[in-house]
């Protein structure tokens, strides 16, 4: 009978299920708790990597190469980090508890993040980045690094026997770089100025972006004349300029539009320019002439189109005697031998200024112009100090030294668009700077429709500026090439394009140009970028 009941008891299998849940409970236990904190870590890396992700590409964003570039992209951090909660991380926090990812510039004791600013990167992205790509120079520095200091989770999950912690550290870091992009800008390039002729190494291509940039930032610019000459060669350099593709189409004449209109109907990316290649320079001159009031060739259709409208201000030793209906047809300078301008009849802006030869133009040697000479034939008295014509406009760069011995061409123009009278008053030739209206010269909307701050100037021009050297070395001036851009420059057309012989030349002065040293004038037409790089 015993062993009936023993056997009995030894069959029965009722409650076994409950057993091995009951064995087994622990197990499953520790595995969802395991898996809640996989879940809760993956969570709180996500959000630092968002945080940091976020103050990387605002940081970047102002990284763009002038003075105060590292001051506004701390700022830039701080203010995105002050505004952001990341839930699930902490020391010692529990499910629901949350951190603020926060960036104070002058206290890294309060901030949950560190921040860096990179000259470069390492070409592989499993490379550390060492200590010397780490810069303080707001001039030098492309790439925002911000990291998250680790933040410390606290585990659901049991910590086996002999661990003394019962936390899990966190954290994130990225990269991001600043891009520029100008839109509107004229399809024009410009070779720099301070590049070696024939040069081809990347140092020395660096050495005369450098440059250029101090030399502005210095006020070595201000109203210096350069004279650029446009050329077909596939090796231009200083004092040669040349052209930007367009997507509206092929040929000399979609090239003239865009030079025209200023609308090249895209954006162009400092890092990647698309050049045009070939000798294009006869409808150029007419479409930038436009500008002036001058409907050449095919533009002779275009004199009603508020498009090609003229600048409010076209003095430029227009050679008016004996023109009759065809004073708007195209520029006739008056000319004293091989220079523009006579002092007897009528002188343009930038008139007289001592030049020195570029390898495919020229530059004058230093802001000699003859502002009083030009003053005294436009207007007829003696000219007005260098404070009074200052006091009304100044692109004389702000963290330059010291004081210009004259005023730019450019601030004597806007000094004088400032009086209608001074426009309207006759050099003695009886040109003025009034844009003639009516018959063959433009017959659009009235000008005043068209204020300078709304439209901008039709005496301006947006451009490119290259190491022509340099980028013709490694073939990217042949056309659909990613040619480089070492900045991107305003700049004022002092006259008309000029045709000689079989040349054509403009005559600019720069004032104002992207990176260091710069005025921020330029801001209305760049589209500046941030873009996460790692």
Request: hydrophobic fraction near 35%; aromatic fraction near 8%; glycine fraction near 10%.
């Amino acid at each position: 009978m015993l062993s009936r009941v023993v056997r009995r008891f030894w069959n029965d299998h009722r409650g076994y299920v409950i057993a091995l849940t009951l064995i087994a409970m622990p197990l499953l236990l520790g595995f969802s708790l395991l898996v809640i904190d996989v879940g809760r870590s993956g969570n709180l890396h996500t959000d630092l990597q968002n945080g940091v992700d976020a103050m990387a590409l605002a940081g970047a964003r102002e990284l763009d190469g002038r003075d105060d570039a590292i001051a506004r992209a701390k700022t830039a951090i701080e203010n995105i980090a002050n505004s952001a909660a990341f839930s699930g991380g902490g020391t010692g926090m529990s499910l629901g508890s949350h951190i603020t990812l926060a960036y104070d510039a002058g206290n890294d004791a309060g901030s949950t993040v560190k921040v860096f600013f990179l000259k470069s990167i390492p070409a592989n992205d499993d490379t550390p980045i060492p200590s010397s790509m780490e810069t303080t120079n707001s001039n030098e520095a492309s790439y925002a690094w911000v990291i998250a200091k680790p933040q410390a989770m606290q585990t659901i999950f049991p910590i086996p026997v002999g661990f003394n912690r019962n936390t899990i550290n966190i954290a994130a870091d990225a990269v991001a770089v600043y891009h520029a992009s100008a839109c509107d800008v004229t399809p024009i390039f410009i070779c720099n100025p301070f590049e070696p002729v024939g040069n081809t190494s990347e140092t020395a291509s660096e050495d005369a972006a450098q440059a250029l940039h101090t030399n502005f930032s210095a006020g070595n610019l201000y109203g210096r004349q350069i004279e650029l000459h446009s050329t077909s060669a596939s090796n231009p350099g200083p004092g040669n300029f040349g052209f930007l593709r367009t997507p509206l189409g092929n040929g000399a004449s979609v090239l003239a539009e865009a030079l025209a209109t200023g609308n090249p109907g895209t954006c162009y990316t400092q890092d990647s320019l698309d050049t045009e290649t070939g000798a294009k320079a006869g409808p150029i001159e007419d479409g930038v002439n436009t500008r002036f009031g001058f409907y050449s060739s095919s533009f002779s259709k275009s004199r009603g189109d508020s498009r090609y409208r003229p600048a409010q201000n076209v003095r430029s030793a227009q050679n008016i005697t004996g023109k009759g209906k065809n004073g708007c047809d195209t520029y006739d300078p008056v000319k004293v031998g091989d220079v523009v301008g006579d002092v007897t009849k009528a002188l343009p802006l930038g008139y007289g200024a001592t030049m020195n030869s570029l390898a495919g133009g020229k530059i004058s040697s230093s802001n000699n112009w003859q502002y009083t000479t030009y003053w005294n034939v436009a207007q007829g008295t003696a000219a007005p100090s260098v404070s009074t014509i200052l006091s009304s406009y100044s692109s004389y760069p702000a963290q330059a030294s010291g004081a210009p011995s004259r005023p730019s061409a450019y601030d004597v123009y806007r000094y004088e668009l400032a009086s209608p009278s001074l426009i309207s008053h006759a050099s003695a030739n009886g040109e003025t700077g009034t844009p003639a209206t009516g018959g063959q010269c433009y017959s659009g909307p009235d000008l005043s429709n068209y204020t300078a701050a709304e439209y901008g100037d039709r005496r301006e021009i947006f451009s490119a500026i290259v190491n022509c050297g340099y980028e013709a070395s490694l073939g990217h001036l042949n056309g659909h090439k990613a040619t480089r851009a070492v900045a991107f420059a305003r700049m004022f057309l002092t006259k008309p394009a000029i045709k000689d012989a079989g040349e054509r030349y403009l005559s600019l002065e720069m004032i104002d140009i992207t990176g260091k040293g710069g005025r921020g004038t330029l801001d209305e037409f760049l589209r500046e970028e941030a873009e996460l790089v790692r």
